[in-house]
């Protein structure tokens, strides 16, 4: 793999970490917009406006790429808009056909996705080959879904009634965060097409690649041109997607500051919107516990994607009676985690996205110390044998003696850090666990069932998880209560939230009007 030449769709890659440039004329920047079924360069290209993007993993030089503006935007929503009224009037059953074919083929390239998923995020090509499949779950999902969204009929006196229809919105805009690119494209891109709306898409400006690939796809797979794009860029971009008037909803992914900004813009246009936004989830294990399961789930819940994870389990309640055999168990397995190149098969902690994340986690844990907290493992930058790997990456890190008012327990690192806080009473640690802005997730490990019921019950939490963490299944909601969030993705709930209600009556009789 480290020599092998891999071409993507016209842009040559000579080594592993290689710079891309196209092959038609070997001119950067590359042209990476995907409007109407495909790739379009800038109107008016400005030459101030190229982003950068470096491989996380060597902190090189990925790709360049012309930033979309107010043109390119415009330019893809109207592309949308158009196709709007071809799609939306087919049947469910012919979208959900498209959208199978589409599954299929990214089936076929995984491994071309996955690569490119790791080259772009820096997280280890195991958990890059896993991403790539939650994306074909959701459009093989949405896909059986499409033929079975119908409205209601609703008898009225008199042999009148009513129905209701559900429609789609229109044209649906999707940003999304650097930690899992092509699953936030899926995720958005699939509910919102098999529901019968068209679909602009925003990846996030560090990890512009598989966005495109899937629309290149979808084209392969018969989805007509234009319901489906990706527009470039980083906030100005997604601001101007936002208040376009002709976008009739955003799902946005990323931080709660922007969520909120995400939110103001789409409320010019009374649009409605989805955020999965940050967290700080809690995880409590219980002295009856299987500690080698709950040690398995507070590494599940902390330590994928580098601790990149938003719905991550950092904070570890345990109850202090186990607290030394729970700690002895998780330290020795976290030090035996492989921190390295994430194209190793066997790496377990790759690279962190960029300079400044990992900068910001190194703070944290040097506040975190200052604090009192004591580490029990890692948190320290590790250099890679190999020199090109000129990344970032940090060492999975246990913090123990900590409490709750440390910054470090309050706020999202968004790193590969756990803090581990003891507890005595179920009452005192569900109090605990709650008191955070966010509401992500939340799990408890026990074999008290009861208990275990009990304690979800009192859990503000959006997913929640009894003697697991972090597992997800496109069958089943995701999202969060409190700051960490509004509506849901997965699941037959997201229907509702791609569509729109229209209510019919239907009079069988004579009018009685009192005039
Ligand atoms: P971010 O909020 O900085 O950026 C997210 C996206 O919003 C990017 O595409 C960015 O370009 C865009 N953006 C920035 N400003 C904007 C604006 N004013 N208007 C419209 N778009 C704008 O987040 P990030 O750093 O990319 O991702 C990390 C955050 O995402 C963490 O807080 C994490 O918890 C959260 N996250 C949440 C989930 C979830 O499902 N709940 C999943 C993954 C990540």
């Not at 009037?89 to 199978?100: D, F, S, V």
């Not at 602009?200 to 899937?214: C, D």
């Not at 922007?258 to 649009?271: C, D, E, L, Q, W």
């Not at 929640?464 to 037959?492: H, M, Q, T, W």
Request: charged letters at 20%.
């Amino acid at each position: 793999m480290w020599l092998q030449q891999v071409v993507l769709r016209g842009v040559q890659v000579v080594g592993r970490r290689g710079v891309c440039s196209t092959v038609s004329n070997g001119k950067l920047p590359l042209h990476f917009n995907y409007i109407n079924g495909e790739r379009v360069s800038p109107l008016n290209p400005d030459p101030t406006q190229v982003m950068k993007v470096l491989e996380p993993a060597t902190g090189d030089l990925l790709i360049e790429l012309e930033t979309s503006g107010p043109d390119e935007v415009n330019r893809a929503v109207q592309s949308a808009k158009e196709a709007f009224t071809e799609w939306s009037q087919l049947t469910g059953l012919q979208r959900g056909r498209i959208m199978q074919r589409a599954a299929q083929i990214i089936k076929d390239r995984q491994e071309e996705f996955a690569y490119w998923e790791t080259r772009d995020t820096g997280k280890p090509i195991y958990e890059a080959r896993m991403d790539i499949w939650t994306a074909i779950d959701a459009i093989e999902y949405f896909s059986g879904l499409a033929p079975t969204i119908a409205g209601q009929h609703v008898p009225l006196a008199n042999g009148s009634f009513a129905y209701t229809k559900k429609e789609p919105l229109g044209v649906c805009a999707g940003i999304g965060a650097w930690n899992y690119p092509i699953q936030m494209a899926g995720w958005k891109s699939a509910p919102a097409l098999a529901c019968g709306n068209t679909f602009v898409f925003k990846p996030s400006q560090f990890t512009p690649i598989t966005a495109v690939m899937l629309g290149e796809v979808y084209t392969e797979a018969g989805l007509p041109h234009g319901c489906y794009n990706v527009v470039q860029g980083a906030g100005e971009t997604g601001t101007l997607l936002c208040e376009h008037p002709d976008v009739a909803k955003v799902s946005f992914t990323g931080s709660v500051p922007t969520g909120s900004k995400v939110m103001a813009a789409a409320a010019g246009g009374i649009k409605t919107v989805t955020l999965e936004l940050g967290g700080k989830s809690p995880l409590i294990v219980f002295a009856d516990a299987n500690l080698d399961n709950a040690v398995g789930g507070a590494m599940l819940g902390n330590f994928l994607s580098q601790g990149e994870v938003c719905s991550n389990a950092t904070r570890v309640f345990v109850e202090n009676s186990v607290m030394d055999q729970f700690l002895a168990k998780l330290v020795e397995r976290t030090g035996r985690m492989k921190v390295g190149d994430p194209m190793d098969d066997d790496t377990r902690v790759g690279a962190m996205i960029h300079q400044d994340q990992a900068d910001k986690v190194m703070t944290y844990l040097d506040g975190a110390k200052k604090e009192g907290a004591v580490v029990a493992c890692g948190g320290e930058l590790v250099t890679p044998d190999d020199p090109r790997l000129k990344g970032c990456y940090i060492s999975p890190c246990v913090l123990t003696n900590c409490h709750d008012n440390m910054t470090v327990v309050r706020e999202e690192v968004f790193g590969p850090v756990v803090s581990i806080l003891g507890f005595d009473t179920e009452e005192e640690v569900v109090q605990r666990a709650n008191n955070t802005e966010f509401g992500l997730a939340g799990g408890v490990f026990t074999n008290d069932l009861t208990r275990a019921h009990r304690v979800i019950a009192q859990m503000q939490a959006g997913t929640c998880y009894i003697n697991n963490f972090n597992i997800i299944d496109v069958a089943v909601p995701f999202g969060g209560f409190k700051k960490s969030g509004l509506g849901r993705e997965n699941g037959l709930v997201t229907v509702e939230y791609y569509t729109q209600v229209k209510t019919v009556y239907v009079e069988m009789g004579d009018v009685d009007a009192p005039f």
